[in-house]
């Protein structure tokens, strides 16, 4: 696979920082930044934004690596994203691992930490849910997102980060310290479905049944099978890297329809409708179904609701949805990486491109898992 790096590479230390950080306010006048228009197709391009201003946190940040995922795809397609107020453009970018150059006395951060920025910002009213920290279930729509709604994100040289958004990332994980954020929507779903199971403490599952192999899908299957429950994972792919993965995690590939399995839980990463419609009838009495994928609208099959609410009625299942994270999940998610084989983490990620090439990063290619934009290479 083009530009897959060797294990050893996605490994390596790099905590401490070659940049002497008392001169870097006055080293730097203008960074290099991903920007898109907002709402204007194939805008994107890589620009020159001034050097972040202490306003925007209290930690200054060299950044590593910035993962690449669908939502970025579509933002770069006009689709949705917001500049922030008084600007025309978006940084983009909210997969981020950046290491620490400057932090203030008494923050918890030192220089050379490695460091992941949490993506949403509470509203500042705020309501209810991201009053007690929960901004990931903001109630009113207030809320900002990091390189995705009204505030810039960490496609840049150098950025920004409040101590309360950063969540500090094990040195020894290294470069993969950039899976975090989209481990963290899963380590959400996951401990919501531990919420729900909790309705009936009698019940103990057995079965997982994860559809979709990208990234998010993976995730989720790591995390099942760092719990010791039966995973399987469903797929179009037949060969290669995806089947390997997942085997290689002692869980079971299937590429196409699984036949009779049922699961107790389920979570859908694809938001492919008639994967959708599938995994609503694979659940098991009891059972419970996360939905982690976002379908565009107008999306539409022939589907019976009602042998569906009767199912649903009578075998007592759940039917969930689940996006974005907050603090206690990122931090889930950290511990989730640290314990995983990072030989197997490091094959998530199938393209690793320097900055210079950013244009070929966002090229889709059939066998991409995570794609990464390496900013130090």
């Given amino acids: 696979m083009h530009g897959l790096p060797h294990p050893a ?12 950080p008392g001169h870097i306010s006055a080293g730097f006048l203008a960074v290099r930044a991903l920007t898109v228009l907002p709402g204007q197709p194939d805008s994107i391009d890589l620009t020159e934004i001034p050097m972040p201003s202490p306003a925007d946190g209290a930690l200054l940040v060299r950044a590593l690596a910035l993962g690449l995922c669908g939502t970025d795809r579509e933002i770069i397609a006009g689709e949705y994203g917001v500049a922030p107020p008084g600007e025309t453009r978006l940084v983009l970018g909210h997969e981020s691992l950046g290491e620490i150059v400057e932090a203030p006395p008494g923050s918890s951060f030192t220089a050379g930490d490695f460091v992941v920025g949490i993506v949403r910002r509470p509203d500042p009213l705020p309501c209810p849910a991201c009053a007690a920290g929960q901004w990931d279930m903001c109630l009113n729509d207030g809320y900002t997102e990091r390189g995705i709604k009204a505030r810039n994100g960490y496609g840049s040289e150098w950025f920004r980060l409040e101590p309360d958004f950063a969540v500090k990332v094990e040195c020894a994980l290294g470069e993969l310290g950039v899976l975090l954020e989209p481990a963290s929507v899963l380590a959400k779903a996951w401990d919501h479905v531990d919420r729900i199971a909790h309705r009936a403490p009698f019940w103990k599952p057995r079965t997982v049944l994860v559809t979709g192999a990208g ?9 099942g099978a760092q719990r010791q429950l039966d995973v399987h994972v469903l797929d179009r792919a037949r060969d290669g890297l995806k089947p390997d993965l997942v085997r290689d995690l002692g869980a079971t590939y299937h590429a196409g329809d699984p036949g009779s399995f049922k699961a107790d839980i ?15 009838t694979r659940l098991a009495p009891a059972g419970i179904l996360c939905l982690a994928g976002v379908t565009p609208a107008g999306r539409r099959i022939e589907f019976d609701i009602g042998t569906f609410n009767r199912t649903m009625v009578l075998d007592n299942d759940v039917v969930f949805g689940s996006v974005n994270a907050n603090r206690t999940h990122y931090e ?4 989730s990486l640290a314990a995983a084989d990072r030989h197997w983490l490091s094959r998530l990620i199938t393209r690793r491109l320097p900055l210079s090439r950013w244009r070929e990063a966002f090229e889709h290619r059939d066998d991409d898992i995570k794609v990464v934009i390496d900013f130090v290479s």
Avoid: K, Q, Y
């Fill in 9 to 20: 590479r996605a490994l390596r230390h790099i905590c401490v920082s070659a940049v002497e």
């Fill in 215 to 223: 990234p998010i899908g993976l995730l989720a299957a790591l995390m």
């Fill in 332 to 335: 889930s998610a950290a511990r």
């Fill in 266 to 280: 389920a979570i859908e990463c694809t938001g492919a409708v008639p994967v959708i419609a599938d995994a609503m």
